[in-house]
């Protein structure tokens, strides 16, 4: 199983980034995909998640309305959308798959697979 993520660079406060997860190596709609990233000094915090059944995304709070998660089935990919980028949000972004009946996936325990991570920098 691999997990590529792509996308991530420097981009100035304001500004977009979409990040890109693609998934080889598993059947992608058993599974439920997540974005994490860590920080310099700081635990990997949630950011958001696609639940591929129902459709449904979930958002760790503080991020709601900037962040946005989708995904191609036929192509094994989940995208972050990320917009209003703040120096805040600096961090290596990490994308997981999660199985099926795994729950919640807020947390990292529920993820089976992880990406390698992408560097997003943001400069004010």
């Known amino acids: 199983v691999q997990l590529q993520a792509s996308g991530g660079g420097l981009v100035q406060a304001g500004g977009s980034l979409r990040l890109s997860c693609a998934a080889s190596?598993?059947?992608?709609?058993?599974?439920?995909m997540g974005w994490f990233r860590q920080a310099p000094g700081k635990e990997r915090e949630f950011v958001g998640a696609i639940k591929w059944s129902a459709g449904d995304t979930y958002y760790a709070d503080s991020l709601k309305g900037r962040f946005t998660i989708s995904g191609d089935n036929a192509k094994n990919t989940v995208y972050l959308q990320m917009n209003s980028l703040k120096p805040e949000d600096t961090a290596v972004y990490y994308c997981a798959a999660a199985p099926r009946s795994s729950w919640p996936l807020t947390v990292r325990s529920s993820y089976n697979y992880w990406g390698q991570g992408t560097l997003v920098t943001v400069s004010s």
């Open positions: 190596g598993l059947t992608f709609s058993r599974y439920n």
